[in-house]
């Protein structure tokens, strides 16, 4: 993908603001990441050599005041030679997986294929679910990771939406006011508007918490506030 829109004064501050914040995480080698914003849209291409790097740097541009929503292009590219097979690879996910087996439970199967990681199974919150997906991911050789687990949540109390409701209350930053909740079998529906990426990724976070939530779907729009 391109963003071919010649960039504004906005869009060239915001751009300047992304790469600087790359640039100062210590988890992320910003040498060979290229940034492109239009209308507050930041395009991210360039190689990085681990998952985890790969999504610190995109956490890092989701910080950033001014963006709307972040389209990930990077690619891994782990060092040749410190490759591992697809055996090995699955040797270790499989030793993470049963490190982790006390909070996401055993019933999580992992297949490597070329680097990249299917995740199935199933767990009974979708917090475990993220949990497991984020710690593969950050293992190293990981290029990729496919989701496929399955949630299979706790009965949903009759008050969820009320307890949603007063946990996203509770977090610093977040005009409740302008969020809209829903909740339908187990299932968060998020509305509204926020000023930032990272406090719609704080609204999912939070809602997701709760060990009936099958499932978050986040339609909250990021209007940000001029820098």
């Known amino acids: 993908m391109s963003l071919t829109v010649t960039p504004t004064r906005h869009d060239i501050a915001?751009?300047?603001a992304v790469?600087?914040?790359?640039?100062?995480?210590?988890?992320?080698?910003?040498?060979?990441?290229?940034?492109?914003?239009?209308?507050?849209?930041?395009?991210?291409?360039?190689?990085?050599?681990?998952?985890?790097?790969?999504?610190?740097?995109?956490?890092?541009?989701?910080?950033?005041?001014?963006?709307?929503?972040?389209?990930?292009?990077?690619?891994?590219?782990?060092?040749?030679?410190?490759?591992?097979?697809?055996?090995?690879?699955?040797?270790?996910?499989?030793?993470?997986?049963?490190?982790?087996?006390?909070?996401?439970?055993?019933?999580?199967?992992?297949e490597v294929v070329h680097g990249r990681v299917l995740l199935t199974g199933m767990v009974e919150a979708d917090w475990q679910r993220r949990s497991v997906e984020r710690f593969v991911g950050s293992l190293e050789h990981v290029v990729g990771v496919t989701d496929e687990i399955v949630v299979t949540p706790r009965p949903c109390p009759p008050d969820l939406q009320d307890q949603v409701v007063s946990a996203l209350r509770r977090q610093s930053g977040l005009?409740?006011?302008?969020?809209?909740?829903?909740?339908?079998?187990?299932?968060?529906?998020?509305?509204?508007?926020?000023?930032t990426v990272a406090q719609r990724l704080t609204a999912s976070r939070v809602a997701a918490a709760h060990p009936a939530v099958r499932a978050v779907r986040n339609n909250i729009r990021v209007i940000p506030d001029l820098i």
């Open 175 to 195: 005009d409740v006011g302008k969020i809209s909740v829903n909740v339908h079998d187990g299932e968060v529906r998020l509305g509204g508007i926020v000023s």
């Open 19 to 110: 790469g600087a914040e790359l640039a100062w995480r210590p988890n992320v080698d910003a040498r060979h990441v290229s940034v492109t914003v239009s209308d507050g849209i930041v395009l991210l291409t360039g190689t990085v050599s681990t998952l985890g790097e790969r999504r610190a740097a995109v956490r890092a541009a989701q910080s950033v005041s001014g963006v709307v929503t972040v389209i990930d292009e990077i690619v891994v590219q782990p060092p040749g030679t410190t490759t591992l097979s697809d055996a090995e690879l699955a040797k270790r996910v499989d030793a993470a997986l049963r490190w982790h087996a006390a909070a996401i439970g055993q019933n999580i199967r992992a």
């Open 14 to 16: 915001v751009q300047d």
